[in-house]
């Protein structure tokens, strides 16, 4: 693949380079953990905390066991939000841990 002749952009060329290292899914999966808030909305964002993604799971801080339990009945939604409109780099699983993360 030739690149284009003349300047780029910062975001073209580091876009360019994340397709061709095979990180794009990885970096696009992680995305998670800075729009976390806008794709749970504010009531589970203010009892939660996205802590990492490893291997397509995303680990969750909650600040209470009731809390816990909800979120564990929810599951299936907060999968579907949290990959609404991702391409390859979705996530595959939610862990919900007890931390003081939040």
Known sequence: MRTPAGPQTV???????LAKSGLAPKVEAASVLTDWA?????????VTE???????TLFVAVSTS?????????KADLMRHVNAGKGEGRIEQIVFVMGPGT
């Open 38 to 46: 806008e794709r749970v909305g504010p009531q589970i964002a203010a």
């Open 11 to 17: 975001g073209d060329v580091l876009a360019r380079f």
């Open 66 to 74: 009731p809390w816990m339990m909800e979120l564990n009945l929810m």
């Open 50 to 56: 996205p802590l990492r993604v490893s291997e397509g």
